[in-house]
């Protein structure tokens, strides 16, 4: 009898410290640079379902990126209505993060997505994530006015389709193909080109 019970308390200990190991770290609420999030997926179905569930920091307003072109940086502030969303968010970023610095093409028939994966692995700008509680500082800073552009862009798709729509069946290809072609990438542009070439997927 007490034999038992003994090892159903310790079942329930471990798997509490498994749980709250596996939902990014110990209950804490924050989660510094890129592991805070501990998860192993992109997220991408429940940010898609859960677009409405992200605000602009303080407001009731889609999220929005802070953009300094001087600084060739893009900040975002994003609450979100529970703190599981939160940790999603940063789950993704740090799963995107991964896969970009392992020379990696999510969304690889996509331009704009594979402008962003050859920036990251290049260097070419970094992102650092922080997570208080519901809210998500992202971070993004460029090196090169070309790769300022491409964040820029990514940004766009962000605010105007992902968090506004749940909307991610849009292809921004040609959006792509405008900043290579722009003067900010003169200097890159073979490069890009030659990096696309070897490898856009089909859709
Ligand atoms: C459609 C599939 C998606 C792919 C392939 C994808 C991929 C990525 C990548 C590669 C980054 C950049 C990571 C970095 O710079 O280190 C990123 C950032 C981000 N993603 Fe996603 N994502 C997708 C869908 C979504 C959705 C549906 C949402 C929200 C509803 C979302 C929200 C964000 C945010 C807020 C950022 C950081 C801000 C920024 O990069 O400008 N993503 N994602």
């Known amino acids: ?102 020379d990696k093409n999510p969304r690889g028939w996509d331009k704009l997505f594979l402008l962003e994966a050859y920036m990251k692995y290049n260097k070419y700008y970094t992102t650092l994530v922080e997570r208080t509680g519901t809210t998500v500082v992202v971070s993004k800073n460029a090196n090169t006015a070309c790769a300022y552009e491409v964040i820029l862009a990514h940004s766009d798709a962000v605010h105007g389709d992902f968090f506004a729509r749940g909307k991610i069946e849009v292809d921004y290809s040609t959006r792509a193909e405008e900043i290579i072609a722009s003067e900010a990438c003169r200097s890159e542009r073979s490069d890009l080109e030659t990096y696309i070439a070897q490898r856009q997927k089909n859709r």
Request: net charge positive.
């Open 1 to 102: 009898m007490m034999k038992n019970r003994w090892i159903q308390k310790t079942t329930i200990s471990v798997v509490a410290i498994v749980a709250l190991t596996g939902c990014g770290g110990s209950g804490g609420g924050t989660g510094k640079g890129m592991n805070g999030g501990g998860g192993s997926g992109s997220n991408i179905p429940y940010l898609k379902e859960n677009h409405a569930n992200y605000k602009e920091h303080g407001s009731t307003q889609t999220p929005a990126p802070v953009t300094d072109a001087a600084k060739k940086s893009i900040t975002w502030t994003i609450d979100a209505t529970t703190e599981e969303g939160a940790i999603k968010l940063q789950e993704h970023l740090a799963f995107m993060e991964e896969k970009l610095r392992n």
